[in-house]
């Protein structure tokens, strides 16, 4: 079992930034892919940006290039979402999710394990 509690969500104006932390317990934390994805009212839930076990993968959703920026501490066994340039449209429960593999992409079905989110509002 993999414990995840994500921290940092809140409310921020249109422009601002938030850094988001998602501290794992349970297992070895280097042993696993990490993942953010959110949810938004009324939409299904979406990929934000993954990262390998090592951290010398990366991956991030188009609609939040250059914008976002996932990293990891395997010293802290925690994960980071730096969030820039935010916008209304980023407002959702930010999740970070766990995956028993090398590196978990996109796919929701990849990640073995989930947090209970952190609420992120953007206002415009």
């Known amino acids: 079992q993999v414990q995840l509690v994500e921290s940092g969500g809140g409310l921020v104006q249109a422009g601002g930034s938030l850094r988001l932390s998602c501290a794992a317990s349970g297992r070895t934390f280097s042993s696993y892919a990490m993942g953010w994805f959110r949810q938004a009212p009324g939409k299904e839930r979406e990929f934000v940006a993954a990262i390998s076990w090592s951290g010398a993968s990366t991956g991030s959703a188009d609609s939040v290039k250059g914008r976002f920026t996932i990293s990891r501490d395997n010293a802290k066994d925690t994960v980071y979402l730096q969030m820039n340039s935010l916008k209304p449209e980023d407002t959702a429960v930010y999740y970070c999710?766990?995956?028993?593999?090398?590196?978990?992409?996109?796919?929701?079905?990849?990640?073995?394990?989930w947090g209970q989110g952190t609420q992120v509002t953007v206002s415009s």
């Open positions: 999710a766990a995956a028993h593999r090398s590196y978990g992409g996109s796919a929701h079905y990849n990640y073995d394990y």
